[in-house]
């Protein structure tokens, strides 16, 4: 694998923490090839230590974010993180292909999985409403009248319908549908 790792927001990348990094990440080395790219990004926010990962590999994204007060903490929920994504990964591979991953691609530690279920997407709610015309403040408000962390409104200024949402930092987030 070919680390990339940055540090954001004035965070300064101590050799350290690089080879806490590339230690930790030796883990899942053994999964994928030696020219995939990875790329670490550790940053704070107030006291949270955040590290997200991210590797493309063969038409998949493997992803895994985590946020604690302890950088090297928060290394290892990446990794387990990874971990359960390459189960999942190769579980899906099995099925589909109807073929045995090779013992050498297995998790050194893995226990024997119960068969897990293929997801299933069942929706046990349906919710109607009326959408009457407002403005994306408008929405914000009502959204928080209601207590809800996102609220769908038909736009006044564009005439579509939108999405406000409350974002982790607390400010507030717009989706606006685009047209394909």
């Known amino acids: 694998m070919k680390l990339r790792i940055t540090g954001k927001n004035n965070l300064e990348l101590t050799d350290a923490l690089k080879n806490a990094v590339e230690k930790k990440l030796s883990i899942v080395d053994k999964f994928f090839e030696d020219d995939t790219d990875v ?80 997801e299933e997407f069942k929706i046990v709610r349906t919710k109607k409403f009326g959408m009457k015309p407002m403005s994306p403040e408008e929405a914000i408000l009502q959204m928080n009248l209601l207590g809800h962390d996102f609220y769908i409104f038909n736009n006044v200024e564009t005439d579509d319908i939108n999405v406000v949402y409350r974002r982790r930092d607390g400010s507030y987030g717009l989706i606006e549908a685009e047209k394909m």
């Open 39 to 118: 790329n670490v990004v550790l940053s704070v926010v107030k006291n949270d230590q955040i590290v997200e990962v991210t590797i493309p590999y063969k038409g998949v994204i493997f992803r895994a974010e985590a946020r604690s007060e302890d950088m090297y903490s928060t290394l290892d929920e990446v990794v387990e993180k990874l971990k359960k994504q390459w189960r999942k990964y190769k579980t899906k591979l099995e099925k589909r292909f109807n073929v045995k991953i090779p013992a050498d691609l297995q998790l050194a530690a893995e226990e024997p999985e119960k068969e897990p279920r293929e």
